[in-house]
């Protein structure tokens, strides 16, 4: 097959480049105009996920949680003439921006006052009169700061921090084109910088928008420094510009087709999907590397290019292929996390391994093969002294030394192992970024100064339309913003409980001791103005009562920020506070499910006390079993002793139980905070489950290459060693487990098997050659795979650490330990693996082994150019003397 391959690529290589060329202009096309970013940050859990089926739900009644972008200014002197001006002039032009929703700020609000002739409330703007001739700067202070709604929302209890909160809209957030609108909207604040001192920004629009612009910017950065460390070593190790040049024209072009690709199907530029156009190169060019290795080799052995091209298609192709094989598979099970950020990525990521695979096959023979003979120099890195004696080295240790390396290994490992179980897992949305990086000083300026920045959010149904303005409901809301007001990882919390103390202040005078729920009394004296002020309506109060209450689903929302806290942390304070909440409102809970699992065990003793002392689960049970029998119903009204003629019946039961979870709020704690945290846990599990799968189907690709369980096994442990090495390093300098860290395993483990693929293939290969003289098929094996795999790691290794340079912890963290675990791989595949297979000898060798299902490194077939039928003008020895002698 490889052969017949590489006859059919010497032969059509015009063609090919052509039909390249062609490819390569259709994904530029689909990179330049399809290509998209995706701002959306934090948010990695699978669709069908609970808590993603909570927060859609949520986002479907209450819309975006994050669509807030924050401004933050720190001084004393906001309430001067001018600079409260200053203040208003800039929300006003803020609000005329394109794709600004709406402007809150201390400058903007509202006041409600009581038109007692009409009985209803007029909004009316504080602020109005920039001449200060109807209200001095100190009135105005004084009727905005003496209001208790805006305390620690719009202003710190110290008055030194003032708030500006801005709602742009969704639709332009999600639009790369449009999202520049946040960045205008803090280019106009920060003109006041001269007045304010420094202007901090925050929310997620913010960290959306910012994030995504250096993402861009980074792509291209890596780029640039790819191809700039792999040009540099390639030289190093060639001293040729033309390999240098053509190994780039490969990467190149597979970053040209990774980014048509994304394009094309539609995906979106995430932090992980940029990494992709990089990583073709650092991974390409060790493709390039070993196909020109061998040329050389080849070359230098009988110096018929010709020849040496085709033994390169036929000899390294196969081994070539099956490493890339190997690299995607490792790439690939991140499909079965069912998160489709990770989903896509490990889509896009595996296709365009296999398709450098494609670039590198075709591309690397035929330019050669048009180009001029390889000089001596250029062969010379084949005999170089540092890599002649760096071998020779490892092949002192494997021959005579391996006791000793073998203890070197068990205590490295054992170390590890050690510093495993020191090992956290966290993640938050801001983990990845440096602690001076201004998106976290400004979050952290903001939790400091407010006790939270990231969106909180809980739902509460209440079931019954009635039960939301009843006065214990009521209290009930009240107590529970009491818990978070006491918990100092939040902010102040908002509920629709606010709204109603802001009304009955107002029917006060806006006396702020009247700051407080509306008790029985004046709800009657509010019946009117309470009707006027349709809960469903946007109404000037500062407060949109309809992003509080969905009156159509009898759901309110209690909502607040809470600290940028760690996933494992957001998920025990959700317990907590899960916990607490329902104690508040539903403080029966756990007697009723006690009575009711009573009844379920045989004991109907406790009916009476579960439905005939209990006013609403009597009613709820009379009408389920009235079932819209208006004469029942009557019945049950009449003589609530009626109820016990059903204790025997069977539709009771269910009656009953409906009955009792309607007199339950139901409470669902979501926001941008949890999903994140969730998503945190969610792929660490799943992707532990996708690096297991990974270690499993390499394995059975490689028993199919050998044949031999006991190869297997040989062939796995240098490859388990880094990946524990690794693990332990994250222990013991206390790197977290989370989601950019944890795909460092899947991805090392995936590049990581290639050395040992091709080691073990050229292994088989002398075992044949040289009648199972094992020491000797090791140190061949060992001289000639070895330099290919020195230089390939030293490339992955430079190119992988190119990363460290991120403004990403994460994408840093990556960098660093994938490079660390492809480094000491490299060490085990070159150390341990040959001296496992020496120490083992022929247990591990077998006629299986010597005759597998797949064949790679197959016995020489030698090319004839008379077979490849080429155009003797287009030949690559063609000679026009030889046409002239014929004449």
């Known amino acids: 097959m490889w052969f017949k391959l590489s006859q059919l690529i010497l032969r059509n290589r015009f063609l090919i480049l052509s039909i390249l060329f062609l490819v390569t202009v259709t994904m530029g096309y689909f990179a330049a105009t399809s290509l998209k970013l995706d701002n959306k940050y934090g948010n990695m859990l699978p669709k069908e996920s609970p808590a993603q089926s909570k927060y859609l739900k949520f986002k479907e009644m209450f819309g975006e949680d994050g669509g807030t972008l924050v401004i933050a200014i720190k001084t004393d002197s906001l309430y001067t003439e001018e600079n409260f001006k200053l203040w208003k002039q800039l929300g006003d032009d803020i609000a005329q921006v394109d794709g600004i929703e709406s402007v809150l700020s201390e400058a903007s609000l509202f006041t409600l006052e009581n038109n007692t002739e009409a009985q209803k409330f007029e909004a009316h703007r504080i602020f109005t009169d920039t001449t200060y001739q109807e209200k001095s700067i100190q009135q105005i202070k004084e009727e905005i700061r003496n209001n208790p709604l805006y305390d620690d929302l719009l202003y710190t209890k110290d008055g030194h921090v003032s708030l500006m909160m801005i709602g742009v809209s969704e639709a332009f957030l999600a639009n790369p084109k449009k999202s520049d609108v946040v960045v205008d909207v803090e280019k106009m604040a920060e003109e006041l910088t001269p007045v304010f001192g420094k202007i901090h920004f925050a929310g997620l629009p913010h960290i959306r928008v910012i994030i995504a612009k250096r993402v861009m910017s980074e792509m291209y950065i890596f780029i640039g420094l790819a191809i700039a460390v792999t040009s540099l070593l390639l030289f190093i190790f060639f001293k040729s510009f033309r390999v240098v040049m053509f190994c780039n024209l490969v990467v190149f072009t597979a970053v040209i087709w990774s980014l048509g690709i994304i394009g094309m199907l539609g995906f979106k530029l995430s932090i992980m999907m940029a990494l992709i156009p990089p990583l073709m190169i650092v991974i390409g060019i060790p493709n390039c590397i070993f196909l020109l290795t061998k040329f050389h080799r080849e070359v230098s052995l009988h110096g018929n290019k010709t020849k040496a091209l085709s033994r390169v298609i036929q000899k390294i192709g196969n081994a070539t292929f099956l490493t890339n094989l190997t690299t995607a598979l490792g790439f690939s099970t991140f499909i079965f996390t069912n998160s489709e950020k990770l989903i896509e990525f490990g889509i896009i990521a595996s296709v365009n391994i296999l398709l450098v695979f494609v670039l590198s096959i075709t591309i690397i023979p035929i330019v050669f093969s048009l180009a001029k003979m390889p000089k001596n120099r250029h062969l010379s890195h084949l005999d170089r002294d540092f890599t002649k004696g760096l071998m020779t080295k490892l092949a002192h240790i494997v021959s005579s030394r391996r006791t000793k390396a073998y203890w070197v290994t068990a205590v490295i490992v054992a170390l590890c192992v050690f510093g495993m179980t020191r090992i956290e897992a966290t993640g938050n949305l801001t983990s990845d970024l440096p602690s001076d990086d201004p998106i976290l000083l400004d979050v952290n300026f903001l939790q400091n100064s407010f006790g939270g920045a990231i969106p909180f959010e809980v739902m509460v149904d209440y079931k019954n339309e009635g039960r939301l303005l009843k006065t214990s409901t009521m209290k009930k809301i009240e107590e529970v913003q009491e818990v978070f ?323 990403f912890g994460g994408t840093q963290a990556l960098g660093l330990l994938v490079s660390l675990t492809l480094l000491i791989a490299m060490t085990t595949n070159l150390v341990v693996l040959p001296s496992l297979l020496l120490t083992l000898e022929k247990r591990v060798s077998s006629k299986a082994f010597e005759e597998p299902y797949i064949q790679i490194y197959d016995e020489e077939t030698d090319i004839d150019l008379d077979e490849l039928e080429v155009d003797r003008t287009t030949a690559i020895d063609y000679d026009p003397s030889e046409e002239l002698d014929k004449t």
Not at 764 to 783: I, P
Not at 790 to 796: E, H, K, M
């Open 485 to 807: 007001a006491a918990d100092t990882m939040f902010s102040k919390s908002l509920s629709y409980i606010d709204a109603i103390k802001v009304i009955n202040m107002a029917y006060y005078g806006n006396n702020p001791s009247q700051y407080k729920i509306i008790n029985n009394r004046d709800k009657r004296r509010l019946k009117t103005y309470m009707d006027s002020m349709n809960l469903s309506q946007n109404n000037n109060t500062n407060i949109s009562l309809s992003e509080l209450v969905d009156t159509s689903r009898t759901t309110l929302r209690i909502r607040m920020q809470v600290r940028d806290l760690g996933s494992y942390e957001i998920a025990d304070k959700v317990d907590t506070i899960r916990r607490k909440i329902d104690n508040i409102l539903n403080p029966d809970k756990a007697e009723y499910e006690r009575l009711y699992a009573a009844y379920e065990a045989g004991d109907k003793a406790v009916l009476d006390t579960l439905i005939l002392e209990n006013s609403g689960i009597y009613n709820g049970v009379t009408a389920n079993l009235s079932n819209g029998n208006d004469e029942l119903q009557y019945a049950f009204d009449m003589n609530p002793e009626k109820i016990r003629e059903y204790y025997d019946k069977v539709e009771l039961k269910t009656a009953l139980r409906s009955a009792i979870d309607e007199e339950y709020f139901g409470i669902d704690i979501t926001g941008t905070s949890v999903v994140a945290a969730e998503g945190t846990q969610y792929l660490v599990k799943n992707l532990l489950t996708s690096l297991m799968i990974a270690i499993v189907i390499i394995a059975v690709l490689m028993s199919l290459l050998f044949r031999s369980w006991k190869m297997v096994v040989i062939s796995l442990i240098p490859n388990f060693i880094p990946l524990l090495t690794t693990a332990g390093i994250m222990g013991f300098f206390q790197i977290p487990v989370k989601p950019s860290t944890i795909l460092v395993f899947s991805i090392a483990f995936g590049i990581s098997v290639d050395d040992t693929i091709h080691f073990l293939a050229k292994y088989r290969m002398e075992l044949k050659s040289n009648h199972w003289d094992l020491k000797l098929c090791v140190m061949n094996a060992l001289k000639e795979t070895g330099v290919s795999m020195f230089y390939t790691s030293i490339v992955l290794f430079f190119g992988f650490s190119m990363f460290a340079l991120s403004q």
